[in-house]
């Protein structure tokens, strides 16, 4: 089994700050990308930040400037950190990684539960 785990999710006042995390854990051999996504009610799931085994980051337009990604591979944790939140940041966050279980099995991607994000005008 492997889960994603998200921790870090709450109510914050717009112009705050909040700091997600995400540990993977069980049968995993090795862990890629991984990545935050976020969905609102009523929108496509977006990608917020994806960061490489390597540290190569990748982020979405809306969140580039305020979102840094950061991960630590020894813990298989990836975080979030979010600044100067917007009401239009409110959505479930979602961890993702891509993960083998396996020494020679492919890779395939996992998904957390969500955490909620809400961001107060």
């Known amino acids: 089994q492997v889960q994603l785990v998200e921790s870090g999710g709450g109510l914050v006042q717009a112009g705050g700050s909040l700091r997600l995390s995400c540990a993977a854990s069980?049968?995993?051999?090795?862990?890629?990308?991984m990545g935050w996504y976020r969905q609102a009610p009523g929108k496509q799931r977006e990608l917020v930040a994806s960061i490489t085994v390597g540290g190569r980051t990748n982020y979405g337009d809306s969140v580039k400037g305020r979102f840094t990604i950061s991960r630590d591979n020894a813990k298989n944790t990836v975080y979030l950190q979010m600044k100067s939140l917007k009401p239009e940041d409110t959505a479930v966050y979602y961890c993702n990684g891509v993960v083998s279980r396996d020494y020679g099995s492919g890779y395939a991607a996992y998904w957390g539960q969500g955490t909620q994000v809400t961001v107060s005008s």
């Open positions: 069980g049968r995993i051999f090795s862990v890629n990308v």
